[in-house]
T-cell receptor, first 116, second 112 residues
């Protein structure tokens, strides 16, 4: 079982809905990430939080809004999404952003999002 | 811009056979990772390779790194059905451990 927990596992939403994806880790990691993975494609980085501050935004549209309430939690707020945003959204964590290359990213099981 | 290319993208092989997946990357990096992903599942870390000549083995899988050639290989020995999955290599940009650039993935199908 993964040590990074994501909820919900599946989400179907209309283009006018507002929803949130949640991610939680209790490994004491100080860096958390959102990746997006389309079918049969590799994961692509969206956001990086380091010590609860946003450190990287990979030019993600503003309809995706990340939030890091504390060091264990990471949210992704969704609003006015498009059908092409349908994908698997993966949360990951690591010890910290800048050190320990020995520590690979620990991924959650993902939320499969369908936008109708 | 760092680019990572894997080949082949799809591999169908018989049980008991050996094969190698290749991962090339375009610029210098100080870390390379191999991940496994089962359909509809998350990514599982397999290997972390940090230095030139690094070799790691776990069961029927062996990964190596040649930083001069900017090449990593994932060798499968005597494949079994349980190894069927998609394998990604991922290369870290300088500094940030989390900004990984993934290869396209190699889907491995092992037939009885």
């Amino acid at each position: 079982d993964t040590e990074v927990t994501q909820t919900p596992k599946h989400l179907v939403m209309g283009m006018t809905n507002k929803k949130s994806l949640k991610c939680e880790q209790h490994m004491g990691h100080r860096a958390m990430y959102w990746y997006k993975q389309k079918a049969k494609k590799p994961p692509e980085l969206m956001f990086v939080y380091s010590y609860e501050k946003l450190s990287i935004n990979e030019s993600v549209p503003s309809r995706f809004s990340p939030e890091c309430p504390n060091s264990s939690l990471l949210n992704l707020h969704l609003h006015a999404l498009q059908p092409e945003d349908s994908a698997l959204y993966l949360c990951a964590s690591s010890q910290d952003e800048s050190g320990t290359p020995l520590d690979p990213l620990h991924f959650g099981n993902g939320t499969r999002l369908t936008v109708t | 811009e760092l680019k990572v290319e894997q080949n082949p993208l799809f591999l169908s092989m018989q049980e008991g056979k050996n094969y190698t997946i290749y991962c090339n990357y375009s610029t210098t990096s100080d870390r390379l990772y191999w991940y496994r992903q089962d359909p509809g599942k998350s990514l599982e870390s397999l290997f972390v390779l940090l230095s030139n000549g690094a070799v790691k083995q776990e069961g029927r899988l062996m990964a190596s790194l040649d930083t001069k050639a900017r090449l990593s290989t994932l060798h499968i020995t005597a494949a079994v059905h349980d190894l069927s999955a998609t394998y990604f290599c991922a290369v870290g940009g300088s500094g940030n451990t989390g900004k990984l650039i993934f290869g396209q993935g190699t889907t491995l199908q092992v037939k009885p």
